[in-house]
């Protein structure tokens, strides 16, 4: 053993043994309990960030610690490949998408090997991989026979800059989720998923996961949104048209006063008259280009434009004008809003601007509502008024007594509403999963049949940076012949969405070597659900919903049994570091600040709060760097130590510091007592010091085990082997107690094993073991050696601390009483005074109380 601890010479030993054993494939066949980990993969980018380091570790400690409690561990790693990041490089450095992809995935898959993770490397693959995507191909022409897959013309979401359609659930804010640009509303033929089929049961199954965290599973209720209601048909006057609506609050419909559609209602081009016509358009033209969730804000100022149509209140008969509002979204409901100011205040607000008529339908109790003096419109509970035989009714009971009556009536009818909407996944980009779809002017829509799979992506496609489809324009893809009568025809050109190959690889991982179809359902019913998912929470309703709904898709196709993919869901925090920079030069690099100063012109660097590390701020630290000075250990240990895992970590270069000081500290405890420990016996039956040190050595091991074994709270578990680390420092009796010392050694280096696995290798090694240290499993506690022989007693008097005694472990009430009371403090505190009662909370405290 050398003397000095050696990092990256350490590091490279136990890598180049792992790899050339194979130690960490995971055997479908293996008698031992399954347990399948799974980070969520990374778009290879071309380099990791410390990001990528501590989603990682947090994963890696966790399978390591499932390995050695005697777990069949499943551990896979690939790679998110498909996407636009590939042809925007292509672009600007005049290669291939696939190229570049691979050959980030060469430098990626170096990197996290450095890191010492234990994934099963046999079961690496990409989404790219035609081998990958030909089974995606297969699953959506099964979609599409059972109706779970079709194409209409939608208002869809386009980012200009990326050339392409975004799901609502990538726009953020108006912005495209991946390049920040403002997303424009533009019509286009899509293909879909008929996620919504499954909407009842994706929000029914968010009660039935306890391992996730609540606020993901809030999001996606929120997201799915759940409504109980009714639908009611307005009749067009002079028009055998209706205005169908979907309200919660049927109590106010006889207070509907006027009909505020969406701008893109597919009625309005009907319902305009021609007097109209230009202000509508004008109008929509206007309000088309503002982002959805602006229009929807409070702080949106309430704007419409009448269509010059009236419909009627179907139980009043009031003529109602037909407006459009820049509130009214055609994704909620049915894009049509039963207005009624009096009990809405954004409807109120509409109705002042427009001078539009109140009708206040539900009085608040003990007050007397008047339309022509409200303020703002009355949200709450109250009794029916000017409601015809409703009235004097509770407006919650009579909303179930006006629903029975539409029905009857014929008028309308009881229903569930949904927010969640189709997942629209047709991408006009290159880069994806070719849509294995072929389009003849005689049979229409012809699928791919099965035996011509997998549609291959051409290789003969270039990339200009001009608008439009890559794909388009390679006439060797394009033209084709049909399947069905051998004419002339033309492929579809649009690819999948990229979260649709994310929405199933788990799956894969269980069977990438499958070649019978997308996954072998042995296999598949081994290894899932995953046990354990980590990754980010900003993926709660677009990659977790999506593979929520795949995972049932799947089930129904015969594929797979289970209802849903994860078991348990953990959130990791981000890692934040300060920004710096300079007036002239901008951001700076951590390195580019020298003495508080930019490096560059001597300005001095004005320091930023903590954010998330970003390329564009500089804020980042590179772990290669950080590899190569101080251990893929020491990185794994501080990522792991800084922050519980759910919670943001703030880089700290003293903390890295710290962590290298720590296992220096270790490496030395160990090699100063090796002599000693060498052939020690085990020793069991010890007194004194050594009995103390044993009994810390124990309530270490169960202190570890819980904060590892499903709390996740690596942080609190290092420290306890930190302290554990001070004891032996502190342990006089060394040479007395060899058995003692080499017990204490070797359960540190075991608890450690998880965190700092080359480390704890090494160490297990030159201890005299000859297996590895996951063939010695995980360290149990012995309850016997947590036993104490004696007890600190706090001691107060009238609840003031006034000292403290040491009595033994199974000291009576009345022992501890009489040594509480002649304690030198607490003596001296009740001198001359009454001693009225003690009270002995047994184990922690006494109280005296004086008079």
Same mark, same amino acid.
């Given at each position: 053993?050398?003397?000095?601890?050696?990092?990256?010479?350490?590091?490279?030993?136990?890598?180049?043994?792992?790899?050339?054993?194979?130690?960490?494939?995971?055997?479908?066949?293996?008698?031992?309990?399954?347990?399948?980990?799974?980070?969520?993969?990374?778009?290879?980018?071309?380099?990791?960030?410390?990001?990528?380091?501590?989603?990682?570790?947090?994963?890696?400690?966790?399978?390591?610690?499932?390995?050695?409690?005697?777990?069949?561990?499943?551990?896979?790693?690939?790679?998110?490949?498909?996407?636009?990041?590939?042809?925007?490089?292509?672009?600007?450095?005049?290669?291939?998408?696939?190229?570049?992809?691979?050959?980030?995935?060469?430098?990626?898959?170096?990197?996290?090997?450095?890191?010492?993770?234990?994934?099963?490397?046999?079961?690496?693959?990409?989404?790219?991989?035609?081998?990958?995507?030909?089974?995606?191909?297969?699953?959506?022409?099964?979609?599409?026979?059972?109706?779970?897959?079709?194409?209409?013309?939608?208002?869809?979401?386009?980012?200009?800059?990326?050339?392409?359609?975004?799901?609502?659930?990538?726009?953020?804010?108006?912005?495209?989720?991946?390049?920040?640009?403002?997303?424009?509303?533009?019509?286009?033929?899509?293909?879909?998923?008929?996620?919504?089929?499954?909407?009842?049961?994706?929000?029914?199954?968010?009660?039935?996961?306890?391992?996730?965290?609540?606020?993901?599973?809030?999001?996606?209720?929120?997201?799915?949104?759940?409504?109980?209601?009714?639908?009611?048909?307005?009749?067009?006057?002079?028009?055998?048209?209706?205005?169908?609506?979907?309200?919660?609050?049927?109590?106010?419909?006889?207070?509907?006063?006027?009909?505020?559609?969406?701008?893109?209602?597919?009625?309005?081009?009907?319902?305009?008259?021609?007097?109209?016509?230009?202000?509508?358009?004008?109008?929509?033209?206007?309000?088309?280009?503002?982002?959805?969730?602006?229009?929807?804000?409070?702080?949106?100022?309430?704007?419409?434009?009448?269509?010059?149509?009236?419909?009627?209140?179907?139980?009043?008969?009031?003529?109602?004008?037909?407006?459009?509002?820049?509130?009214?979204?055609?994704?909620?409901?049915?894009?049509?809003?039963?207005?009624?100011?009096?009990?809405?205040?954004?409807?109120?607000?509409?109705?002042?601007?427009?001078?539009?008529?109140?009708?206040?339908?539900?009085?608040?109790?003990?007050?007397?509502?008047?339309?022509?003096?409200?303020?703002?419109?009355?949200?709450?509970?109250?009794?029916?008024?000017?409601?015809?035989?409703?009235?004097?009714?509770?407006?919650?009971?009579?909303?179930?007594?006006?629903?029975?009556?539409?029905?009857?009536?014929?008028?309308?009818?009881?229903?569930?509403?949904?927010?969640?909407?189709?997942?629209?996944?047709?991408?006009?980009?290159?880069?994806?999963?070719?849509?294995?779809?072929?389009?003849?002017?005689?049979?229409?829509?012809?699928?791919?049949?099965?035996?011509?799979?997998?549609?291959?992506?051409?290789?003969?496609?270039?990339?200009?940076?001009?608008?439009? +489809?890559? #794909?388009?324009?390679?006439?060797?893809?394009? &033209? $084709? @012949?049909?399947?069905?009568?051998? =004419?002339?025809?033309?492929? %579809?050109?649009?690819?999948?969405?990229?979260?649709?190959?994310?929405?199933?690889?788990?799956?894969?991982?269980?069977?990438?070597?499958?070649?019978?179809?997308?996954?072998?359902?042995?296999?598949?019913?081994?290894?899932?659900?995953?046990?354990?998912?980590?990754?980010?929470?900003?993926?709660?309703?677009?990659?977790?919903?999506?593979?929520?709904?795949?995972?049932?898709?799947?089930?129904?196709?015969?594929?797979?049994?289970?209802?849903?993919?994860?078991? +348990?869901? #953990?959130?990791?925090?981000?890692?934040?570091? &300060? $920004? @710096?920079?300079?007036?002239?030069? =901008?951001?700076?690099?951590? %390195?580019?600040?020298?003495?508080?100063?930019?490096?560059?012109?001597?300005?001095?660097?004005?320091?930023?709060?903590?954010?998330?590390?970003?390329?564009?701020?500089?804020?980042?630290?590179?772990?290669?760097?950080?590899?190569?000075?101080?251990?893929?250990?020491?990185?794994?240990?501080?990522?792991?130590?800084?922050?519980?895992?759910?919670?943001?970590?703030?880089?700290?270069?003293?903390?890295?510091?710290?962590?290298?000081?720590?296992?220096?500290?270790?490496?030395?405890?160990?090699?100063?007592?090796?002599?000693?420990?060498?052939?020690?016996?085990?020793?069991?039956?010890?007194?004194?010091?050594?009995?103390?040190?044993?009994?810390?050595?124990?309530?270490?091991?169960?202190?570890?085990?819980?904060?590892?074994?499903?709390?996740?709270?690596?942080?609190?578990?290092?420290?306890?082997?930190?302290?554990?680390?001070?004891?032996?420092?502190?342990?006089?009796?060394?040479?007395?107690?060899?058995?003692?010392?080499?017990?204490?050694?070797?359960?540190?280096?075991?608890?450690?094993?998880?965190?700092?696995?080359?480390?704890?290798?090494?160490?297990?090694?030159?201890?005299?073991?000859?297996?590895?240290?996951?063939?010695?499993?995980?360290?149990?506690?012995?309850?016997?050696?947590?036993?104490?022989?004696?007890?600190?007693?706090?001691?107060?008097?009238?609840?003031?601390?006034?000292?403290?005694?040491?009595?033994?472990?199974?000291?009576?009430?009345?022992?501890?009483?009489?040594?509480?009371?002649?304690?030198?403090?607490?003596?001296?505190?009740?001198?001359?005074?009454?001693?009225?009662?003690?009270?002995?909370?047994?184990?922690?405290?006494?109280?005296?109380?004086?008079?």
């Amino acid at each position: 053993m050398q003397e000095r601890y050696d990092a990256g010479a350490v590091e490279r030993k136990w890598q180049q043994r792992w790899e050339e054993t194979r130690a960490f494939k995971a055997h479908d066949d293996s008698p031992r309990p399954k347990y399948y980990l799974l980070e969520m993969f990374p778009y290879p980018s071309g380099r990791i960030h410390m990001g990528h380091v501590r989603n990682y570790s947090i994963g890696d400690v966790i399978a390591r610690f499932k390995r050695l409690q005697g777990y069949s561990v499943l551990h896979p790693m690939g790679w998110d490949a498909f996407g636009l990041p590939a042809e925007n490089a292509a672009i600007q450095h005049g290669t291939h998408p696939a190229r570049w992809t691979y050959e980030n995935i060469a430098n990626m898959r170096a990197q996290l090997k450095k890191m010492g993770l234990s994934y099963d490397w046999d079961r690496e693959f990409a989404t790219c991989d035609v081998e990958y995507y030909r089974w995606e191909q297969l699953i959506f022409l099964r979609m599409y026979e059972r109706g779970l897959a079709y194409k209409k013309s939608s208002s869809v979401n386009w980012c200009p800059d990326c050339a392409t359609v975004l799901a609502n659930e990538q726009v953020e804010d108006g912005r495209c989720w991946r390049c920040d640009s403002e997303v424009e509303p533009k019509e286009l033929e899509q293909w879909f998923f008929k996620i919504t089929d499954y909407a009842q049961e994706l929000l029914d199954g968010t009660y039935r996961l306890p391992g996730w965290p609540e606020s993901v599973l809030t999001m996606q209720r929120n997201w799915i949104g759940r409504s109980t209601g009714c639908e009611i048909d307005f009749p067009v006057e002079n028009s055998d048209r209706t205005v169908r609506v979907f309200t919660t609050r049927q109590d106010t419909l006889f207070g509907a006063t006027f009909m505020s559609l969406a701008p893109e209602h597919p009625l309005v081009q009907e319902l305009v008259s021609p007097e109209q016509r230009d202000a509508v358009e004008a109008f929509i033209s206007r309000v088309r280009k503002l982002d959805k969730l602006r229009r929807t804000s409070d702080e949106m100022e309430k704007e419409g434009v009448f269509t010059g149509a009236w419909c009627i209140n179907p139980v009043t008969g009031r003529r109602m004008p037909v407006f459009l509002a820049n509130f009214v979204l055609m994704e909620y409901g049915t894009g049509a809003v039963m207005a009624v100011p009096t009990h809405d205040q954004r409807d109120f607000e509409f109705a002042r601007k427009y001078d539009l008529p109140l009708v206040v339908v539900i009085q608040p109790t003990g007050e007397r509502l008047d339309a022509a003096t409200m303020t703002e419109a009355w949200t709450g509970p109250g009794l029916m008024d000017n409601s015809g035989a409703f009235d004097g009714l509770d407006n919650e009971a009579a909303k179930e007594k006006i629903a029975d009556f539409l029905e009857t009536k014929g008028l309308g009818r009881k229903s569930v509403n949904f927010r969640l909407r189709d997942w629209g996944v047709s991408r006009q980009r290159y880069w994806g999963t070719p849509i294995p779809v072929i389009y003849c002017d005689r049979c229409g829509i012809v699928p791919v049949p099965e035996k011509d799979l997998p549609v291959v992506l051409p290789a003969d496609v270039e990339f200009s940076g001009a608008a439009g +489809n890559p #794909l388009a324009s390679s006439s060797s893809f394009v &033209e $084709t @012949r049909c399947p069905a009568c051998d =004419g002339a025809a033309r492929r %579809e050109t649009d690819t999948f969405d990229t979260f649709v190959e994310s929405s199933w690889y788990f799956a894969r991982y269980a069977c990438p070597d499958f070649t019978f179809g997308p996954v072998d359902r042995e296999r598949v019913e081994h290894w899932l659900p995953v046990d354990q998912y980590i990754g980010g929470v900003e993926h709660a309703v677009m990659h977790l919903l999506y593979a929520r709904f795949f995972t049932k898709v799947l089930r129904d196709l015969g594929m797979m049994r289970i209802d849903e993919p994860f078991t +348990n869901l #953990l959130t990791q925090g981000m890692v934040c570091m &300060e $920004t @710096r920079s300079c007036p002239t030069h =901008g951001w700076l690099y951590p %390195e580019e600040v020298v003495d508080g100063k930019c490096a560059r012109c001597g300005a001095e660097a004005s320091l930023g709060r903590n954010e998330k590390m970003s390329k564009s701020k500089k804020n980042v630290v590179d772990p290669d760097s950080l590899i190569a000075r101080y251990g893929a250990d020491t990185a794994r240990l501080f990522s792991l130590f800084a922050a519980p895992p759910e919670k943001d970590l703030e880089w700290n270069e003293q903390g890295v510091e710290g962590c290298y000081r720590f296992l220096n500290r270790v490496w030395r405890a160990v090699y100063d007592n090796l002599e000693t420990v060498r052939d020690a016996a085990d020793s069991v039956d010890v007194q004194g010091e050594a009995r103390i040190l044993r009994r810390q050595i124990h309530r270490t091991i169960r202190k570890v085990t819980e904060d590892i074994d499903g709390r996740f709270h690596f942080n609190t578990a290092i420290a306890a082997v930190m302290e554990l680390v001070n004891a032996v420092y502190t342990f006089e009796p060394k040479a007395q107690n060899p058995g003692v010392l080499r017990e204490a050694l070797e359960s540190i280096v075991r608890l450690l094993a998880p965190f700092v696995p080359h480390f704890s290798e090494e160490l297990w090694a030159c201890l005299g073991h000859e297996g590895g240290v996951e063939s010695a499993g995980w360290p149990e506690w012995e309850e016997a050696a947590l036993v104490e022989d004696e007890k600190t007693i706090v001691v107060q008097v009238n609840g003031k601390v006034r000292g403290k005694v040491v009595v033994p472990a199974d000291a009576t009430q009345e022992q501890i009483e009489t040594a509480a009371l002649a304690e030198g403090n607490v003596a001296r505190s009740i001198e001359g005074k009454s001693v009225r009662k003690v009270i002995v909370v047994p184990g922690r405290l006494v109280n005296v109380v004086v008079s």
